[in-house]
């Protein structure tokens, strides 16, 4: 895609969101439906992924883990928040890797240790990228994709979180 036709595709979006600021709001959604043993589907756009335990806490490795479908879902956003930014600067980037890597201590999660924390302890992104674009033209992608790509940005600036439960009685 070249520049011009990504302005061309976003400009009425971003009129119309100029316009009436209420249209911009939109809920995604993600169901999950429990499975049999330890899993649950989740239906993405092209297939129906079964999640399962992680191998650390018992899983037999067969179900994708959740926590990798975290980073993965960073990877992916942020490559496509890249290639946006590029086509929008016009900054040629033939290809390239996003490396995700996430640190875990599966002792918080299994209750071994009542201290340890229950979740990701750090995350990195790694880029390499087969562009010849300059320094600062680099940083320029690395900084817009930082500020524009959700995930991202919803991990670094976590929003309020809340669990409403229903019983099928209800």
Known sequence: MQADELRAMQAPLKEQYQQDPATALVTLRSTGTLGEGLTCGVQTGQALVEAGLHPAT?????????GNMLLEALAACWGVTLRAVATALEISVRGGRIEVEGDLDFRGTLGVDKETPVGFRAIRLKLELDTDASEEQQALLLKLSKRYCVVYQTLVNS????????????
């Open 58 to 66: 018992g899983g037999d490795g067969l179900s994708a883990c959740s």
């Open 159 to 170: 929003p309020p979180l809340e669990v409403i439960a229903n019983s099928a009685a209800d």
